[in-house]
């Protein structure tokens, strides 16, 4: 059974400061997601990695994927308080067309 | 392009009674899940549809939860009778099969509080 793990799950940073998520997971998986969810919301995409050495960037995020060590990060530039929320990685057991498994998730929250 | 609709927003019942939800996935996507979050916890699989066949409901209670879709498109899902550990958020999502990117766009959501 697929497990995926985030850490921390509770991250309290400064504005404009750095600062890395991880999520490991247990099983071969070329594909990761990860998600923001704020508050009430629902689950907003916000990167798609689906081979090893996979970068994507937004904005102030980054995610990367390291499909050998079963990790992906998502970097943190210079936080501001818009992006407080909590942010979940989810794997795809199978690559392809199979329900993700969510890691527990980590609560961002940015204080000035 | 419309996301995925999810009804109600909110629902509030006492233990025992039944409940049903209902999800209308992105318009061309032949794969639907049904989702359970626990509050503080990742949503966690339900049941997933590929059409209108059931792919995966291995993780389903089926006891007391049930879900269709009989055209393939619309879903529902219920529960009889609810128990208080289900209160939680159930999330609809829909993806497209294939072998590239099969992101899960997700619904909002229903807001289930069991008292």
């Known amino acids: 059974e697929l497990k995926v793990e985030q850490n921390p799950l509770f991250l309290s940073m400064q504005e404009g400061k750095n600062y890395t998520i991880y999520c490991n997971y247990s099983t071969t998986s070329d594909r990761l997601y990860w998600y923001r969810q704020d508050p009430g919301k629902s689950l907003e995409s916000l990167f798609v990695l689906l081979s090893n050495g996979a970068v994507k960037q937004e904005g102030r995020l980054m995610a990367s994927l390291d499909t050998k060590a079963r990790l992906s990060t998502l970097h943190i530039t210079a936080a501001v308080h818009d992006l407080s929320a909590t942010y979940f990685c989810?794997?795809?057991?199978?690559?392809?067309?199979?329900?993700?498994?969510f890691g527990k998730g980590t609560r961002l929250s940015v204080i000035a | 392009e419309a996301g995925v609709a999810q009804s109600p927003r909110y629902k509030i019942i006492e233990k025992r009674q039944s409940v049903a939800f209902w999800c209308n996935p992105i318009?061309?996507?032949?794969?639907l899940y049904w989702y359970q979050q626990i509050l503080g916890q990742g949503p966690k699989l339900l049941i997933q549809?590929?059409?209108?066949?059931?792919?995966?409901d291995s993780q389903l209670p089926k006891d007391r939860f049930s879900a269709e879709r009989l055209k393939g498109v619309d879903s529902t899902l219920k529960i009889q009778p609810a128990k208080l550990e289900d209160s939680a958020v159930y999330l609809c999502a829909s993806s497209q099969p294939g072998q590239g990117n099969t992101e899960a766009f997700f619904g909002q959501g229903t807001r289930l509080t069991v008292v």
């Open positions: 989810a794997v795809d057991p199978r690559s392809g067309n199979t329900p993700l498994v």
């Open positions: 318009s061309g996507h032949a794969t």
């Open positions: 549809f590929q059409n209108n066949g059931v792919v995966d």
